[in-house]
């Protein structure tokens, strides 16, 4: 199975993931030793490089204090407002 294409989903990810991180106050590292994954690979997830897979995200949710769930809501709400607010090159 190919990696997803989807930029926007991709960096909505990335910016949820590292905005509730900061919210916590945690470091990249206290988060990949909270969900027994490398540092690196959350730099990565962050960058929007790297994808996770669906048991690594319930892993990730958990470490970030949210069920799969509520990480899924605000990521929908990150990459709603991401697609409001990207021109669409058509005059109004």
């Not at 991709?10 to 030793?33: H, N």
């Amino acid at each position: 199975m190919r990696p997803s294409r989807n930029i926007p989903l991709i960096q909505a990810f990335s910016a949820v993931l590292k905005a509730r991180r900061l919210e916590l106050g945690m470091t990249q590292e206290d988060l990949a030793g909270a969900v027994e994954l490398d540092r690196p690979y959350i730099t990565m997830l962050e960058a929007g490089r790297k994808q996770p897979t669906v048991s690594v995200l319930w892993r990730i949710a958990a470490g970030l204090d949210l069920s799969a769930g509520d990480l899924a809501t605000r990521v929908d709400e990150q990459l709603t407002r991401s697609t409001r607010l990207r021109p669409t090159g058509r005059a109004p």
